[in-house]
């Protein structure tokens, strides 16, 4: 029997809607056609994230940043306190994802937090892509930025997985005002909630959103005049107040907000110790690097070309789609900026270029198949054309992913095993274990252990303004609070953590280690030196 359900579907790209109606198997296949696009990027995502994070699908061999935010989150479900009895310095959110994947499995539920934000920004990416070109040259973009991924993502549970969901949706939300697409509320009220929670897990990272939002608040000054621009800013500026209440209103009542502000806003530039233009030289350095590595300049230079040739051959360049290559360009620059603040820089910190890439590589695949079809009239075929062209320029970021997977997970969890297991076989689940090194941590969390310290890990190689006050601190702890067992990486470091030390201060610590704890032992399997507590 013959389906009589009709279905309106538009054809050609972006600002083409010749309208055919499409029956029966047709409109199946047209249904087939608008999931499967997305599948692709997403199917990216997915096999990017598994292959490059071995180590939380291997129980219990966990990276140096994923092993701290794990903990952090660990022991917030335990009782304690961000900020004032564990400490960190990044956004009370990224803590509260921790702990809630905690919740959920010890050991997996993390990275079933993490693999859900990476699924939700690949179906972002390929929405955001979609507001420019077709659904294939939206699924070849999309997929193309979130091949970056591969460079980027070493070491898992990072703040900027958590945030791209909130910053792609956010852009998504500024382009749709941009283009004058969908009611403005909406939107508005969206890219503010999303801005208030990218606040609360790190910052700088609403640079990208930022950008976008500035030509949208052009675009619709223009279109809508300049009160109504207003009023729709003023929604976004009330949903940003409300998203962020609820987590500001936890910490206020666990009285941790002043300390929150202090340690992951305002003091957190200041305590690299760093000036203005080594942060730059250093956010720069790691851009050649990812930009080289994960063939992007290719295809950005490639944008650039088009925009420039696009641009002068209108009378009137400055439309809606102009102000998304503009803010394509600043969001690019922003960002670097933006990664320069704290002066430190993994290239984990370009994870944020995603949402910032989709659209110049649509744009650019939309612009040649635009092109292609003028000039030589091979019709579709061209679309075929162009992406692969694209996906072979885009082979140096393959290949890095490749080589980080390799790296990743090359590792040797049986070390880490073996400490765990020294630590259940001397100490009790309620004692304490302060681990230093800040590549410890993990033995804290892989055993179970709580650190005796709010600090859970030394500071010797950064936060250099801070690194005597922690040190400190944790030095105190080891003499008044008497965790059941210290660790340190080798038996060198211990003499080089008593250097950071004062005199008056090395000496007790000296004095603590002699008398309260055992004669120092080497934990099997590994170089890490035990001393334990003393019955």
């Given at each position: 029997m013959t389906s009589k359900v009709m279905t309106v579907a538009s054809t050609g790209g972006p600002g083409r809607h010749r309208a055919r109606v499409i029956t029966g198997s047709g409109a199946r296949k047209s249904r087939s056609a608008r999931f499967a696009a997305p599948a692709v990027p997403i199917a990216v995502a997915i096999v990017l994230s598994c292959a490059t994070q071995f180590f939380f699908l291997n129980d219990r061999d966990y990276g140096n940043g994923a092993g701290i935010m794990a903990y952090t989150g660990w022991a917030m479900s335990q009782g304690r306190t961000i900020y004032r009895e564990t400490w960190e310095n990044k956004g009370p959110l990224l803590y509260l994802i921790n702990e809630l994947g905690v919740?959920?499995?010890?050991?997996?539920?993390?990275?079933?937090?993490?693999?859900?934000?990476?699924?939700?920004?690949?179906?972002?990416?390929?929405?955001?892509?979609?507001?420019v070109t077709g659904r294939v040259l939206a699924?070849?973009?999309?997929?193309?930025?979130?091949?970056?991924?591969?460079?980027?993502?070493?070491?898992?549970?990072?703040?900027?997985?958590?945030?791209?969901p909130f910053a792609c949706t956010g852009v998504l939300a500024a382009v749709r005002l941009t283009l004058g697409r969908g009611r403005r509320w909406p939107w508005a009220a969206a890219y503010g909630a999303c801005l208030a929670l990218i606040v609360e897990l790190r910052f700088n990272i609403v640079a990208v959103p930022g950008a976008f939002a500035i030509f949208a608040l052009v675009a619709l000054t223009k279109r809508n005049g300049f009160g109504r621009m207003m009023g729709t800013a003023g929604v976004a500026v009330g949903a940003m107040g409300v998203a962020g209440a609820p987590v500001a209103w936890y910490l206020a009542r666990r009285g941790a907000l002043r300390a929150a502000i202090r340690t992951?806003?305002?003091?957190?530039?200041?305590?690299?110790?760093?000036?203005?233009?080594?942060?730059?030289?250093?956010?720069?350095?790691?851009?050649?690097?990812?930009?080289?590595?994960?063939?992007?300049?290719?295809?950005?230079?490639?944008?650039?070309?088009?925009?420039?040739?696009?641009?002068?051959?209108?009378?009137?360049?400055?439309s809606p789609r102009a102000y998304l290559v503009a803010a394509s360009a600043l969001a690019l620059v922003a960002n670097v900026g933006a990664n320069s603040l704290s002066g430190n820089g993994d290239m984990n910190y370009y994870i944020t270029f995603v949402p910032a890439l989709a659209v110049p590589y649509a744009w650019t695949l939309e612009r040649g198949r635009c092109w292609l079809n003028e000039h030589w009239c091979v019709g579709e075929s061209a679309v075929a054309v162009l992406a692969a062209a694209s996906i072979v320029i885009g082979a140096p970021g393959v290949a890095r992913v490749v080589s980080d997977v390799q790296g990743t997970n090359s590792g040797d969890p049986a070390q880490y095993e073996q400490a765990y297991a020294y630590v259940d076989a001397y100490t009790t689940p309620r004692q304490t274990v302060q681990v230093f090194g800040a590549a410890g941590v993990q033995i804290n969390y892989g055993s179970q252990r709580l650190s005796a310290s709010k600090y859970p890990y030394d500071m010797m190689s950064f936060l250099q303004p801070r690194q005597r006050a922690v040190n400190a601190a944790i030095a105190e702890t080891v003499i008044e609070g008497k965790p059941a067992m210290v660790l340190f990486p080798t038996t060198a470091y211990v003499q080089t953590f008593e250097q950071a030390l004062t005199s008056a201060q090395r000496a007790h610590f000296k004095a603590a280690l002699g008398t309260l704890y055992q004669e120092p032992e080497t934990v099997p399997g590994n170089s890490y030196v035990s001393y334990r507590l003393k019955a």
């Open positions: 919740r959920i499995d010890y050991w997996h539920g993390i990275f079933v937090l993490e693999l859900g934000c990476l699924v939700a920004t690949a179906a972002l990416v390929y929405a955001l892509a979609r507001q699924s070849a973009a999309s997929s193309l930025a979130l091949l970056t991924l591969g460079l980027t993502l070493s070491g898992g549970n990072l703040v900027e997985e958590y945030s791209m992951a806003y305002t003091g957190v530039m200041g305590d690299w110790g760093w000036s203005g233009q080594q942060r730059f030289e250093h956010a720069v350095g790691l851009l050649g690097l990812f930009l080289g590595a994960a063939g992007v300049a290719a295809l950005l230079v490639a944008f650039t070309c088009l925009a420039v040739a696009a641009l002068r051959r209108h009378d009137r360049p400055w």
